[in-house]
């Protein structure tokens, strides 16, 4: 009887519970497939399949600009079948938005013969990376590698300090960046003729920003720069970094919710709350359905850190070499878990690793004899992982 009932319990309590996930509010996401969407004569937005990287299209008869170039490989083949699609005029420019791989991974498909353009900031960047990236960006795309041979990003590209106008065909193309310390080379493309607007990091709709301690995404005062200078060009659309198109009432909600942010952050401030409490008692579920509720944390954090006067976080990692035998790859290789000198090291596999002796990730397999260098940090564990540099494979 006693059993009979806790069965019935059992049963009430999992229909509730399907009944309270069908209830949940379904997060802001675009399509499961990436979508081409003409925005205004020759102006088309890639927008990249469950809030992957969005890129834009700008056709002219001198040439067609590219803004972003793809999430991930096939993302970025992807956009150049769409670009071949509507015109025969080569891709002669691409824009990098924000210096971040599922923005900027895709160039080596298009550079050469196309110049990339970049704040001097990202131009920094790419002019600092070492061997094993420019070995890893060279390697992106097989079909490439002949007209990437001995090139490295900095050898094709133009840089400018805050704004540049592109004057193509008869099409003005702006680009801008808003100065702030913290800004770490985000650019935003205005074409005032169509009203469309790229708006980079700073334009989300319906998706909690990734901003970070280590303000590698800036801070809120970064992004409330850029909106009032977005907000001032009343775009008619925008192309956020990722996610849904939107407009100049998202931009308009995206500086109100950051007020609303800062002021969750204050308040627990002035009651005297430190920063444990304040990442424990924050959140932002006012906007419900918003992707990246996994962001809360490390908003909290970053906001405490701003309204506390101090820099982004720093940590510190050193570079360590390693040989030994795979024993587990998941994700396709993107995690790997290597035996060696007497203990387990896991390694993640990203865009910039350079992998030697297998044509990709993919080709790891469990039992391989490899040499790795991966970057340990000193003050944070790395729950998932070490950061792998260059890993060899032995024959
Ligand atoms: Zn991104």
Not at 29 to 35: H, I, K, Q, V
Not at 106 to 134: C, N, W, Y
């Amino acid at each position: 009887m006693a059993q009979g009932r806790a069965r019935m319990f059992g049963l009430v309590f999992s229909l509730l519970a399907a009944w309270l996930i069908q209830l949940a509010p379904s997060v802001a996401m675009t399509g499961e497939t990436a979508e081409f969407v003409k925005l205004a004569d020759d102006v088309y937005a890639y927008v990249g399949k469950k809030n992957d990287a969005n890129a834009m299209v700008i056709v002219t008869t001198q040439g067609v600009v590219l803004v972003d170039t793809g999430n991930n490989q096939p993302d970025t083949r992807d956009i150049a079948a769409k670009i071949k699609s509507v015109t025969n005029h080569p891709v002669r420019w691409v824009v990098i938005t924000q210096y971040h791989g599922d923005h900027f991974g895709g160039s080596p498909l298009f550079t050469p013969p196309a110049t990339l353009l970049v704040h001097e900031r990202v131009a920094r960047d790419l002019a600092a990376m070492k061997p094993h990236q420019i070995k890893s960006w060279r390697k992106r795309f097989p079909e490439r590698a002949q007209a990437l041979e001995g090139l490295a990003p900095k050898d094709m590209m133009m840089s400018f300090p805050d704004r540049m106008t592109l004057n193509l065909g008869g099409k003005r193309i702006e680009l801008i960046y808003v100065d702030d310390q913290y800004n770490i080379g985000d650019v935003a493309v205005w074409l005032p003729e169509s009203g469309v607007l790229h708006g980079s990091f700073a334009a989300y709709k319906d998706r909690h920003p990734d901003i970070r301690p280590d303000y590698s995404h800036g801070t809120t005062i970064t992004m409330l720069k850029q909106l009032e200078a977005l907000l001032a060009l009343k775009p008619r659309i925008v192309v956020p970094s990722h996610g849904p198109l939107s407009d100049v009432r998202d931009l308009q909600n995206m500086v109100d919710y950051i007020l609303l942010a800062r002021q969750k952050v204050r308040v627990m401030m002035d009651r005297g709350l430190g920063l444990p409490e304040i990442v424990k008692g924050f959140d932002m579920n006012d906007y419900k359905g918003w992707d990246r509720a996994s962001h809360f944390d490390w908003m909290a954090e970053t906001i405490w850190r701003e309204l506390s006067g101090l820099g982004p976080i720093v940590t510190k990692s050193a570079e360590r070499d390693v040989s030994g035998v795979v024993t587990k790859v998941a994700e396709a290789g993107r995690n790997l878990t290597l035996a060696a000198q007497g203990r387990e090291i896991r390694l993640r596999v990203s865009s910039d690793t350079n992998i030697e002796g297998v044509a990709d990730r993919t080709q790891l397999r469990e039992g391989m004899k490899v040499t790795a260098t991966y970057i340990e940090p000193e003050n944070f564990n790395a729950a998932l992982g070490f950061d792998l540099v260059e890993l060899g494979v032995q024959p």
